[in-house]
């Protein structure tokens, strides 16, 4: 018996025959595949689909441009990988809608009533080109599963974007920016190349030859978050299953993470339900706004539709909680305070944007989320989150988040991102190399003060010095060229008229809080210094001595903790003055045993202070 | 509660006639039915009037009938696709939807192309009618969701070719799957032709061959995606590339103007109401099946050995769709023999008839104030009428199989009387007094014993009628 189907030659024992799944032979051929047979309204997206799952991985080069067989079919890899580009690039801009908003009447609610996930729609358009009712073309639209789809209306126009992305300058800084946006994806275990969407296949076609990156410093540094896109992503474990994800796609940006930084110091207030914005305390003027919730999104209709059978809740981040919009045109004009925590009883960032952002990345992921979990998947959150924990460098994961001094925040360099957080002391052991940012902790929930020695990328590094700057403190006290005053909390460079180098700092929460003074961070700079240090040199190597050994007891004592900030002090000096490598002094003569004097860092945490043993004869 | 047939386009259609010719001469239980199509056509006037048989008295055979209704809201004054979306108040709905559709489908805001008119079809464009259906869910077709939330067993028929149905369907089952409650939900299935016509030289300027082909092939793609796992169970089937020699299998060509193309493969989809349900007893949900031919059977007596409704036609021993066809064509000669003998049936001038039908009716005519000859008269022309509907059914059944000696796929398990009467009629030894002497006079005993009584909802005469009818088949089928 043979089975009465159509393009099948199968043999079958009994008159009723089970048809296991879709038959090979019932696809069209390529010239034939056309969009509009696909029986629903997203057939676009269903043809994109098709078009990319078409695609070999194994066959090297660029795909076959499906046009040449099927002009008329108006999805092809070639577009899927020119949108791409043009969103990386910024040529092209996105925008998720609520097609629920009453602009988009009945065909909006009848396209949002047929999936859930279907009711928030990313829109791509072309600012450059105006479409015919004189707004930017609209020239395709996100899916879950082929992630952009193309206008089926602008045949001509493909070639014009082709001219601007093949010619685009900073198109291979683009494909590097995917290529970690990709990493990021990989490493929380969203990646299937075989059984993953079929969006994950022509990304990887599209970044051929682009060195995958297990870095994903220029994602910190120069991205800037556009969506978010519901995306389909393989579930973790489950072969073939997938999870569907709210992801935030790349736009090169360069400096963006710096100056996402430059906004903290910018005062966070809330002056409606929902939108904090963050101004310039000088001029009050409003550079930034951050929503919060659902009902804070302009002309979305959301959070109060009763007839909604879709909870908001779920698509909180689609319906664009999280948007920062910035106002471009805008220099930040900063005051003293950087607005990350909390000052004087007036809530900063965090507790006005970070918390309910947190709380909103819970609710559309149905989990806890954490600090740890933006840092981890970045890509999951909006800018207004993720910019606060994605900075430009890898950090270590015993590195805590860390308060800046205002020395620090005032020296910032535009288009370098500051540190957030630094190695505490606990974290450290003598013999290992010096972190760039030291974490000292401070009493009750405070974040931990941050010494910066440096900080930014390779290519951009800024150098700050105030862990030798300490070091230097340590030094000149050493020579007996300098003194504690416990009444005042600072220490003091006697052979300087006074000046002072470093001190403790009351702050609003009742915080000890070390500084150093701009005087000492200057010294610590100087080459007269460094010089001076260097020709002192037999004295140098007994101060090497003197710390070489110190801190190398129980990593939870705090006693130990200030002996590491101590030595990690010295150590910094001594590279500083030696041109950055200590290979050529070598620890000779006694060290010092017994400290004089203990500057307190903290409870049960001090920093010892030596005397040259040939200073005191 | 009874089952629902919703039929989607021309293809269900089809499905729909099937199962209501199967379902008159009791080859299938008769559901309630809802019919949707863009366009009225000489199908869609067939299916509601069944055949033009179909009247007060004489009920098609669908509980309530079948209406057909347009997957679009009519209160909105056009059939343009454009226009049932676009106006000139919402501009950002007008740059949606010309982001979904081409101007060749959605027409254009800058040139003034209205684009598909959807009142006179879908023209081959699956994605235009899931819009159009997937709009209308909360209004016209408000009255489907509400029948299929009372509904005991639902299928969904039609096809994967062309726009109506290629592009209904899917949405269709999708929601109906949403509306009604698990234990609904469990007996939701759908039975689906894929090719089954080949298309005449000129049908429009947008549906070809290849078009129907690709809503076919995208059709299935997407089935196999979504649409299987809202269904309980489903069935496709469709002709083969290469009949052989069994012209059952072989494509026809399609009615011109929208009219009825007879072939097997209706018959087949319609015969997934009845393997269906027996394949989720035994516990195979979301699976999907279909048929299969054997070429040493070219005249598909396989399909008539097939058991059809069992067991709700007691109390015959066969349940073979050829032993109702066989029935069906006994009913239709006698109710001629009646027609050709007129004076002895209204006259009651038959042997036995003072002991049976002369005094039921006397009794009927006299409660209905209706002398008693023109009572029998009418009773006459309503069992004329019946023997039409029943002429539909076995016609079309003809056109498929050809002439068939039905006594060869009933073999064995056939029932006496239906037997002897079919041997009659099939070697023309056809006795027109033994209609009314023994056959008439016997089905008398199953009225009088209460097995069947006069169906109150029925005009007397047709009511008397349909009694007769059902009386006749006891006597048929019984032993």
């Not at chain 2, 027109?432 to 056959?439: C, G, I, K, W």
């Not at chain 2, 029925?458 to 009694?467: I, R, S, W």
């Amino acid at each position: 018996m043979r089975v009465l189907l159509p393009k099948i030659q199968k043999p079958a024992a009994e008159h009723v025959d089970v048809v296991a799944s879709l038959q090979e032979t019932w696809t069209p051929q390529p010239q034939h595949l056309r969009a509009k047979s696909f029986p629903t309204p997203f057939s676009q997206a269903e043809m994109m689909t098709h078009v990319l799952g078409m695609l070999k991985l194994e066959s090297g080069g660029r795909p076959e441009d499906i046009t040449r067989v099927n002009p008329d079919i108006q999805q092809s890899y070639e577009r899927w990988e020119l949108v791409l580009l043009g969103i990386a690039l910024g040529e092209l801009s996105i925008e998720t809608v609520d097609l629920r908003q009453p602009t988009f009447d009945n065909f909006g609610r009848m396209v949002a009533d047929l999936r859930d996930e279907c009711r928030f729609v990313t829109l791509i358009r072309d600012l450059r080109v105006a479409g015919p009712r004189g707004t930017a073309l609209l020239v395709g639209g996100t899916d879950p599963e082929c992630l952009f789809w193309c206008s089926p209306r602008i045949p001509t126009y493909w070639n014009a974007l082709k001219t601007r992305i093949s010619g685009h300058a900073l198109a291979p800084d683009a494909r590097q920016l995917l290529s970690e946006w990709r990493t990021v994806l990989q490493a929380n275990g969203a990646w299937n190349l075989e059984l993953g969407p079929v969006w994950q296949k022509a990304l990887h076609i599209a970044l051929d030859g682009v060195p995958a990156s297990s870095s994903t410093a220029k994602l910190g540094a120069d991205a800037r978050f556009v969506g978010p896109v519901y995306l389909e992503v393989p579930r973790k474990q489950e072969q073939g299953e997938v999870d569907y994800l709210a992801l935030y796609l790349p736009v090169l940006a360069r400096g963006w993470g710096s100056r996402f930084q430059d906004l903290l110091f910018l005062k966070p207030v809330e002056r409606s339900a929902g939108v904090v914005t963050l101004e310039d305390t000088t001029t009050q003027r409003v550079i930034a706004r951050v929503a919060k919730s659902v009902g804070a999104v302009r002309g979305d209709s959301a959070a109060s539709d009763p007839t909604s059978a879709v909870s908001s809740e779920r698509f909180e981040f689609l319906a664009g909680v999280g948007r920062l919009d910035v106002d471009e045109s805008a220099a930040v004009h900063h005051g003293q305070l950087h607005w990350l925590d909390d000052h004087n009883g007036q809530p900063g960032y965090r507790s006005l944007v970070v918390a309910p952002l947190l709380e909103a990345g819970a609710r559309s992921l149905r989990r806890a989320v954490t600090e740890a979990d933006v840092r981890a998947f970045p890509t999951l959150f909006p800018d207004a989150l993720r910019l606060v924990f994605a900075g430009g460098e890898a950090t270590s994961a015993d590195e805590v988040r860390v308060q800046l001094s205002r020395h620090v925040t005032a020296r910032r360099s535009v288009g370098v991102a500051l540190p957030q957080t630094g190695l505490p002391p606990k974290a450290w052991r003598p013999g290992l190399p010096l972190p760039n940012v030291v974490a000292i902790p401070s009493v009750k929930s405070a974040p931990a003060v941050g010494l910066v020695e440096r900080y930014g990328p390779d290519d951009r590094a800024q150098d700050v010095g105030e862990l030798r700057a300490l070091g230097l403190a340590m030094w000149l006290f050493y020579l007996g060229e300098c003194e504690i005053q416990p009444e005042r909390g600072l220490v003091v460079w006697t052979a300087d008229e006074g000046q002072e180098l470093f001190g403790r700092v009351r702050t609003a929460e009742g915080a000890t809080s070390l500084e150093v003074w701009p005087h000492g961070l200057r010294l610590a700079s100087e080459p007269a210094e460094r010089a001076r240090a260097k020709d002192k040199r037999a004295t140098l190597q007994r101060f090497l001595v003197t710390w070489a050994r110190k801190g190398e007891g129980e990593n939870e004592d705090p006693r130990v903790w200030g002996e590491r900030i101590g030595a990690m002090a010295a150590l910094a000096w001594i590279q500083w003055v030696m041109g950055g490598s200590d290979t050529e002094l070598r620890p000779f003569g006694p060290a010092t045993k017994r400290a004089p004097e203990v500057f307190l860092l903290g409870d049960g945490m001090g920093l010892p202070f030596f005397v040259d043993e040939y200073a005191r004869e | 509660m009874s089952d629902l047939l919703i039929a989607v386009g021309g293809s269900g259609q089809h499905t729909a006639l099937a199962v209501a010719r199967l379902a008159r001469i009791g080859a299938l239980t008769a559901p309630k039915a809802f019919v949707i199509d863009a366009d009225r056509s000489a199908l869609a006037a067939s299916l509601e009037s069944f055949g033009g048989t179909a009247s007060a008295g004489a009920p098609h055979p669908f509980p309530g009938g079948a209406t057909v209704v347009p997957p679009f809201d009519i209160d909105r004054g056009t059939t343009q696709f454009r226009s049932l979306f676009v106006d000139q108040d919402h501009p950002v709905e007008e740059e949606l939807f010309e982001l979904f559709y081409d101007e060749e489908a959605g027409g254009s805001g800058a040139t003034g192309r209205q684009g598909l008119d959807v009142g006179r079809g879908m023209f081959g464009n699956p994605a235009v009618g899931s819009a159009v259906f997937a709009s209308s869910r909360n209004k016209i077709m408000k009255p489907l969701f509400e029948v299929a939330r009372g509904a005991n067993r639902i299928f969904v028929v039609g096809s994967f070719l062309g726009g109506t149905g290629a592009g209904i369907i899917h949405q269709l089952v999708k929601l109906v799957n949403r509306e009604v409650d698990a234990k609904v939900r469990a007996s939701l299935f759908g039975s689906f032709l894929l090719r089954w016509f080949s298309l005449p030289p000129v049908q429009g300027l947008t549906v070809t061959p290849e078009t129907l082909l690709a809503s076919e092939g995208h059709g299935l793609q997407y089935f196999f995606k979504h649409t299987k796992f809202d269904l309980a169970a489903s069935l496709l089937v469709g002709a083969p590339d290469d009949p052989g020699a069994c012209p059952l299998l072989a494509l026809r060509p399609a009615n011109p103007g929208n009219a009825e193309t007879i072939n097997l493969f209706p018959l087949l989809a319609a015969y997934g109401l009845e393997m269906l349900p027996r394949k989720t007893d035994q516990q195979q949900g979301n699976k999907t099946y279909s048929l299969a031919h054997d070429d040493a059977d070219p005249q598909g007596l396989w399909v008539l050995k097939q058991e059809w409704n069992k067991p709700e036609n007691p109390p015959s021993r066969s349940a073979t769709l050829a032993a109702r066809w066989q029935e069906a064509i006994l009913l239709q000669q006698l109710y001629a023999s009646f027609l050709d003998r007129r004076s002895d049936f209204v006259g009651f001038d038959y042997t036995g008839s003072s002991s049976t039908w002369k005094g039921l009716m006397k009794e009927e005519a006299k409660k209905h104030n209706v002398k008693l000859d023109l009572y029998a008269q009418r009773v006459l022309e309503a069992l004329v009428h019946r023997g039409r509907q029943l002429y539909f059914s076995t016609s079309w059944l003809e056109t498929i199989f050809g002439d068939l000696d039905l006594s060869v796929p009933v073999g064995n398990s056939a029932d006496p009387m239906t037997k002897k009467l079919y041997a009659d009629w099939r070697h023309r030894r056809w006795n027109h007094p033994l209609a009314l002497n023994e056959v008439l006079v016997a089905a008398y005993q199953p009225v009088n014993d209460k097995k069947v009584e006069l169906d109150p909802k029925l005009p007397p005469d047709y009511a008397m009628a349909e009694a007769i009818e059902r009386g006749i088949l006891y006597v048929l089928r019984k032993s």
